[in-house]
């Protein structure tokens, strides 16, 4: 079933339009160019693309047949697209056809009243057994080889899966990744979740090889002690990370013990998501840093090591570790002593962590110091923060930074260059290093922090 | 949803091994003297009845020192019990010994994606202005046990802040486990209140306790 879902050979749109503003010609579209917004991470599907239309001929050059089942070929993937009262029709269609998974754009289900929750129903009911479902009411699949949805663009090609209950989110997130470069392997919005649910997509990917690591956006959670057994093993070899709508406690009845008002539905889920060991995101923009650093760097065991070109801006960041518990020693004598050796530190250097190597620092002093403190047992990890200074070098820096990540990759680093355009570059290398960096030492610290407990829960 | 009665959940706690304070429930006035001689002084009266959630905010509680004072604590709890909530069904009074400690809560409620999940927390004003607790999905066994009391900011307070001792920890733990088994085996409760649990250095009693089923 991955297969058919993740890497069909034949897709077929029922439901395709020649109609430039709908959703069918959207669907096409962007499965034959990649995307109806160009970019360049844009990619046409390379399998074969089939339409359904009974009206038309051709739609942008695709003969367009009047019934799924005229299709002469073995079709794995439909993305239906017609409206609500037909799909129950197309989907026994497909059944016939032995298409193995559908996907269901089509809205007017269980979102949508009693009528439509009933018309779901039998949905589920026809399906069971014979066809997997994915939706409805759905924006559909995307992965490195196929847009298999109406979502505007193609991301770049990453390591962090996607599987979100809300597609307006995802179409949001494939242009900001573009822009930030954030690497994507799969995007899957789960819709309704008549069929495949949250759970079953985690096991999917669970075997995919692009995917390292799997973020959710959740709404809800239908079958809470699936989801935990399913998560709980996943999370183990892939981690999983999770952003959960729906916190605040709005309308809630009154009610006669403290137990029922304090265990409130949000708490639940957060109970249950730390039992099954995954990480717990605050917003949309963690959910996206915890998941690229676990992507992209190696837990990380124990303390760490700061190193600055901004007293300030070290502290900071050193405040933030302490407050989640994050171990920022004091260095060995003989390594204040290596330092002092290299006579290129700067007369008023820190000597103590987080070692402020002075806004003079030149790429030789960023290599000088990040090397000797990486040598150092006990260090774990390495922050390394630049502020944009008259003589800093951000490429060089960054080179430097991926040297020393080469010599030690066991040491996870991640950086804080701060700044706009004028370290664009220098942040450019160091991310198709995969080495993450983060505007705000906030960010850099919560994704030490994630190393740390990935360490711990892995050992 | 539907609120056990007192001697029923009395029953089901003993069954569980959920210790509480020397209880008795009194039926008529005949019989409220020989009852206090089993629970002894100091002691709480508190009406009993399936209507009231909130027993303490009506006057429905009340301490009683001495003998002396135990006849005029009755006449006013059922007269405060009357007078604020005439509807309720008054089915006597509960004595119960009082217990010193630091109160803790313990509790489940049914959930309706992941089913029963275990509450812990400081209690008293704690839990209500800090909403100091931690969960759990059930079951919950001992290590978790210790996680979820570990968790708690407060903590520190029943590990003893200052020159206070620590409170018993094992038997806290043991009483989180033993109401874990207990929902485990009957899907049927959809809510358990013990607030409070009181914990000393010695032991630890569920002082007050619902117990609802759907």
Known sequence: MQNAILNPRTIAVIGASRDKNSVGFGILKNLISGGVFHSEYCRPFQGKVYAVNPNADWILNIKCHPNIKNVNDEVDLAIICVPSKLVLQVIKDCIKKKVRAAIIISSGFAEDGEEGKKLQEKLLEAAKGKIRLIGPNCLGILTSKM???????????????????????????????????????????????????????????????????????????????????????????????????GRAENGLKAISSHTGKLATAYKTYEAAFKQCGIEIADSIEELFDIAKTLAKQKPCRGDIAIITNGGGVGVLCADYCQELGINVPEFEKSTIKKLDKTGLMHPAYSRRNPLDIIGDALPERYEAAINIILEEK??????????????????????????????????????????????????????????????DPKRVARAMQILIKRFEKTQ | MKLLPTDKIISILAKNKIPIPKTKLVNSKKELFNAAKITGYPLFIKVNSPDLAHKTDIGAVKKVEKEEQLLEAYNQVIKNTRKKMPKARVKGVILQEVKFGKEVIIGVKKDPQFNHVLLFGLGGIFVEIFKDVSLRIVPVNEKDAEEMIKEIKGYQILKGARDE??????????????????????????????????????????????????
Not at chain 1, 179 to 192: A, H, P
Not at chain 1, 413 to 420: L, Q
């Open chain 1, 147 to 245: 847009n298999a949805s109406f979502a505007p663009s193609m991301p770049p090609v990453g390591d962090v899966a996607f599987i979100t209950q809300s597609g307006a989110l995802a179409d949001s997130i494939i242009d900001w990744a573009i822009t930030e470069k954030y690497g994507l392997s799969t995007i899957i919005s789960t819709g309704n979740q008549a069929d495949m649910d949250t759970a079953d997509f985690i096991e999917l990917l669970s075997t995919d090889e692009n995917t390292k690591v799997i973020a959710l956006y959740v709404e809800g959670i239908d079958d809470g002690a699936k989801f935990m057994k399913i998560a709980e093993r996943v999370n183990k070899t892939k981690p999983i990370v999770v952003l959960k709508a």
């Open chain 1, 378 to 439: 006990h260090i774990g990890g390495l922050v390394v923060i630049q502020t944009l200074q008259t003589m800093t070098n951000p490429e060089r820096n960054a080179r430097v930074v991926i040297d020393a990540h080469h010599k030690y990759p066991d040491k996870p680093i991640i950086c804080c260059f701060m700044g706009g355009e004028n370290v664009r570059k220098g942040i450019n290398l160091l991310e198709a290093s995969n080495i993450p960096n983060f505007q």
């Open chain 2, 165 to 214: 001792k620590e409170v018993n920890i094992e038997e806290l733990k043991k009483i989180i486990v033993n109401v874990s088994k207990l929902v485990t085996a009957n899907k049927n409760i959809s809510e358990i209140d013990l607030n409070p649990v009181i914990v000393n250095q010695k032991e630890a009693v569920a002082a007050d306790f619902k117990i609802m089923v759907e």
